[in-house]
């Protein structure tokens, strides 16, 4: 059970729209969490989480009284109201990532990193330019991992009752994978969804096709995202089904493949 009571302050700010090049991880409000005398209940939703884990053998409960802990109000929304979600065409969702930009400066990223590219294709049979249009859908080329924190995401998805099962599920991917490492799991940032560093991999994924222990090393990001483009292009048999299972969404798998046959042309451009 919770040694110390929680309640938990919410202060909600309004969420804006989406900006042309502006990244869709990047947070549009503030919570925080205190301390309150036992008087004051606790979430029965969080109280379950805290059980759950405990019987798991995994502790939960102390990250909860870390003063860095705090609750997300309206997360859910954030799901509901994604760009996949609300936008009507691939020209307008293109134009949400900042396509044009991103498609500018692909060839350069490419280069920057081009030995890990390079790996990435003997080893893994996955086009160097479909795993830099993703790195550069994803966080901008490195540019934007977000700013919320991984376990205040799935804590507060869990206490919204917003996807909780996949939430509780990531939870304790996440909570294994910081164990293993001797991670502060406080330490990391995610977008609204839990998904971490520059190739944007929420826990499962991490415990099973990262490729390294270093979440941030470019080169573990790259050969991370061609990991799990071999894997799933196994299953569906081409690397467009293997990258709309990297998120399911006809408009993201379009905008990724577009961005990647961008770069091919100017890679042949300046052959």
Known sequence: MVNRILVFTLLLFSISAIRPGQSTTAPEFIAESLYADENTPVSDRVKELVDHFQRQNLDLESLLEDSRFELYDGIGDRFRNSAERRVPDLEEYKRILGFNDKRNRIVGFMNDHSAYFARAEEEYQIPATVI???IGVESDYGRNIGRFNPLNVYVSMYHENYRADFAKAQLEELLKFTSRLNIDVFSLKSSYAGAMSFAQFIPYSVNRWWVGDDLFSMENNILSIANYLAHFKGITGTIEGAV???????????????LSHEAELLLQGTQ
């Open 132 to 134: 830099a249009a993703i």
């Open 244 to 258: 709309f299972r990297y998120n399911p969404s006809s408009l993201y798998r379009d905008a990724v493949m577009a």
